[in-house]
């Protein structure tokens, strides 16, 4: 069965039908794998699948990671819960590439919407290699030898104990990925540094490591790089973290707002 | 006539249907002006009026300008024509955040634009909730800004459209204009971050360095898509904003594919 891929803008994105995520075959998987690297953020719906089936689903594309910050499902480690109601307020309101922290970060997360306000919550993508396209040749030639420190301590650092905090820096010290990253199999090169998590820049003061965030991230921030998803329950979004940046609106409160996603383990970043 | 509203977002945006803007009466009118100033920007789609119609449907809200810089359309100097790619040789597209002629003493209270050639993909506008850009400043940048004045100019953005001879006249005839740099809404009350990258030059009595921290820090947060809308364009979809409370950017993701708007202006009255 052929899938049929429309794309949302001229740069990213794609919705894609003629798919059951219940019953994927190796052709079709084949089919989503070459439209997931060309438009690297794809949009299923109407996707009525069990929480078994979006981990297998998940696992046909890699390893699933663990997330030892997130709410778990219970049974369902592979399952980061992502939960805002009128009480808990949260959405993941900053540009991002998914778990950047680690020493082989994420290559892509595939994000369900199970409870979804009727108005708001909508996720923007960026394509962090059409912002890196878009650099000036003298930016280029400053950021493409540099080296960032990653760290998640400044992002979910806060939700710890000192004694929890200093546990889990042993077990996930900072990690060193290149500022310009080369995806590993389109070759494409693309912007890897982020606010959420990326502390220092190597060899840099402070003042230059902040002049260079505040650059990439603006490039990031243009809405020509982007894509805007709006979400309805049983909506899957696939997204490649080696590709993309994204961004939870938060616009929604206090409406509930409950999405679940399964994360595939990438390699590490060069 | 009974008007359908759609939300966009929970912050910005609404489709609208159930309206043939090519039979407008004055309680359709009102009516759709109280859903203009509740959503701020709203979506109209398939509406195949002829550019007469289109021009009286913003005559509605106001009186229409003639923009002195852009490209017009034979006998209908009211309509400002947007195009690139194909076979123009023109590849501008307005994707900086801006709000329209803020440039001008009395900028524009809205604007109506009308998709005439839209590619297959991109091209889209954003625009964002200049006001809940405002709201979510912190009380220390509310303070901040709340009394500052800027200037706006428009010779960044269009000064090489004069040519050499009309320079002189041109800038004597619009002369750089102060404005509050956070301006009130004057039938909603709402207050709305009103600089710009395009247009606002600086702000009056801080230094350029602080100028410069202000002006990126306001435009960080029109840059936030949790107060962004982004509508997606067809042939004789009309898309009209409040520019008193909105800001839009334009995509230039679709070059070198053909795009062609056309867009009527309402005159607005001296920010405060």
């Not at chain 2, 002189?168 to 204009?177: H, L, W």
Request: charged share 25%; hydrophobic share 35%.
């Amino acid at each position: 069965m052929a899938i049929d891929v429309k794309r949302i803008t001229a740069t990213l994105g794609a919705e894609v039908s003629g798919v059951d995520l219940a019953e994927v075959d190796a052709d079709t998987f084949e089919q989503l794998r070459k439209a997931w690297l060309d438009h690297k953020v794809l949009v299923i719906r109407d996707q009525h699948i069990s929480t078994e089936q979006h981990i297998a689903f998940g696992r046909m594309f890699g390893d699933l990671e663990i997330h030892p910050f997130a709410t778990g499902l219970e049974d369902y480690p592979e399952i980061v819960k992502i939960k805002s109601t009128a009480e808990h307020r949260y959405a993941a309101s900053n540009w991002h590439s998914d778990v950047t922290w680690r020493e082989e970060p994420s290559m892509g997360s595939i994000l369900r919407g199970v409870v979804i306000p009727p108005v708001g919550g909508d996720t923007c993508f960026a394509d962090a290699g059409a912002a890196y396209d878009r650099l000036k040749p003298e930016w280029k030639q400053r950021i493409d030898p540099l080296v960032a420190v990653h760290d998640f301590t400044q992002t979910f650092g806060r939700r710890l104990s000192p004694e929890a905090r200093a546990e889990k820096q042993a077990e996930y010290p900072p990690a060193r990925h290149p500022v310009v990253r080369t995806h590993p199999e389109t070759g494409e090169r693309s912007i890897y540094t982020n606010r959420a998590f990326v502390s220092e820049i190597d060899g840099l003061s402070p003042a230059e490591c902040e002049e260079v965030l505040d650059h990439l991230e603006r490039q990031i921030m243009n809405p020509s790089v982007q894509c805007r998803i709006r979400w309805a329950p049983d909506t899957f979004v696939m997204w490649d973290n080696r590709a993309v940046q994204h961004n939870a609106t938060n616009d929604f409160f206090p409406e509930t707002r409950h999405v679940e996603r399964v994360t595939i383990i990438g390699d590490r970043p060069f | 006539m009974s008007i359908t509203v759609s939300p966009l977002t929970a912050s910005i945006g609404a489709e609208i249907s159930g309206i043939d803007m090519a039979d407008v009466d004055a309680a359709c009118r009102d009516e759709l002006r109280k859903i203009w100033m509740d959503h701020k920007v709203l979506v109209l789609r398939n509406q195949p009026i002829t550019t007469e119609q289109h021009i009286a449907f913003g005559r509605m809200f106001g009186d229409l300008e003639e923009h002195p810089f852009t490209e017009g359309i034979e006998d209908h100097p009211e309509i400002v024509v947007l195009e690139a790619g194909g076979d123009t040789g023109k590849n501008f597209v307005a994707a900086g955040w801006h709000s329209d002629v803020t440039w001008r003493a009395e900028p524009s209270l809205g604007s109506i634009l009308r998709g005439v050639a839209v590619p297959e993909v991109g091209g889209d506008t954003c625009f964002a909730n200049a006001c809940e850009a405002y709201n979510r400043l912190s009380d220390e940048w509310k303070a901040r800004v709340d009394e500052l004045v800027a200037v706006h100019d428009y010779t960044a953005v269009f000064g090489r459209r004069v040519p050499d001879e009309e320079k002189a006249a041109t800038r004597e005839k619009y002369p750089p204009q102060r404005h509050p740099v956070v301006r009130t809404h004057p039938e909603t009350g709402e207050k709305a971050i009103y600089t710009n990258i395009g247009f606002t030059t600086h702000i009056e009595g801080v230094s350029p360095e602080e100028s410069d921290t202000i002006l990126r820090h306001l435009e960080l947060a029109i840059r936030n898509p949790s107060v962004q809308c982004r509508v997606r364009w067809q042939p004789d979809t009309f898309v009209m904003w409040d520019n008193r409370s909105t800001q839009h950017a334009a995509t230039n993701d679709f070059l070198p594919a053909y795009r062609r708007m056309e867009r009527v202006t309402v005159i607005g009255d001296r920010p405060f």
